[in-house]
């Protein structure tokens, strides 16, 4: 069985490195239009970049949502400690 995905549109999260920039070039290659997105802005163009160099078609899209700041120093201390009230 031979699977075409010609014409239908794969949304991709993570392309800029590892297994996101993997499987968009997997998917362009089966003829499926990819749309690229990653925390790193200049990951998701080079991605789209290698897959049109290839024949196929990549667009980078908007930015991921970024991470989330980490907590301030005193979290712990204010929420009540550790769970389970023991100290760490």
């Known amino acids: 069985m031979t699977l075409s995905l010609t014409n239908r549109t794969a949304l991709i ?3 800029s490195a590892g297994l996101g920039r993997h499987f968009a070039g997997v998917l362009a290659a089966a003829g499926a239009p990819v749309a690229l ?3 790193r802005r200049e990951g998701p163009g080079a991605t789209a970049a290698g897959i049109e160099a290839a024949g196929g078609r990549g667009r980078a ?3 991921a949502a970024p991470r989330r700041p980490p907590p301030p120093p ?3 201390r204010r929420r009540g400690g550790w769970p389970g009230g ?3």
């Open 86 to 88: 023991g100290r760490r």
């Open 37 to 39: 997105a990653a925390r």
């Open 61 to 63: 899209g908007p930015r």
């Open 74 to 76: 005193d979290a712990r």
């Open 13 to 15: 999260t993570g392309a």
